[in-house]
Nanobody, 121 residues
Framework: QVQLVESGGGLVQAGGSLRLSCAASGSFASINAMGWYRQAPGNEREVVAVITRSDSTNYADSVKGRFTISRDNAKNTVYLQMNSLKPEDTAVYYC???????????????WGQGTQVTVSS
């Protein structure tokens, strides 16, 4: 059983910055990948950025060059540094982790509770 706890959301003006964090806790063998997704009202959830245990990264075209994903493996934590924020970045941001469990529990995907990011014009 794993929990993901997110923090760092808030209200900023266009052009500002925020840093989101997500910490995984519980009993597991390893985290294979972590990522950030977002969902605005009336829209589908979309991937923002993903990072693997080997630090390979992928970004949505809409955020490339503005957002940076990173992780601290010792703390089981992933970060999303968001710069040059735009009103269209407004959404609930969700942390996701793909985790290998202990005791033959296999690989599972977990979600955080979400954190609101609002960018004013």
């Amino acid at each position: 059983q794993v929990q993901l706890v997110e923090s760092g959301g808030g209200l900023v003006q266009a052009g500002g910055s925020l840093r989101l964090s997500c910490a995984a806790s519980g009993s597991f063998a390893s985290i294979n990948a972590m990522g950030w997704y977002r969902q605005a009202p009336g829209n589908e959830r979309e991937v923002v950025a993903v990072i693997t245990r080997s630090d390979s990264t992928n970004y949505a075209d809409s955020v490339k060059g503005r957002f940076t994903i990173s992780r601290d493996n010792a703390k089981n934590t992933v970060y999303l540094q968001m710069n040059s924020l735009k009103p269209e970045d407004t959404a609930v941001y969700y942390c996701n982790a793909v985790i290998l469990g202990r005791w033959y529990s296999g690989v599972n995907s977990y979600w955080g509770q979400g954190t609101q990011v609002t960018v004013s014009s």
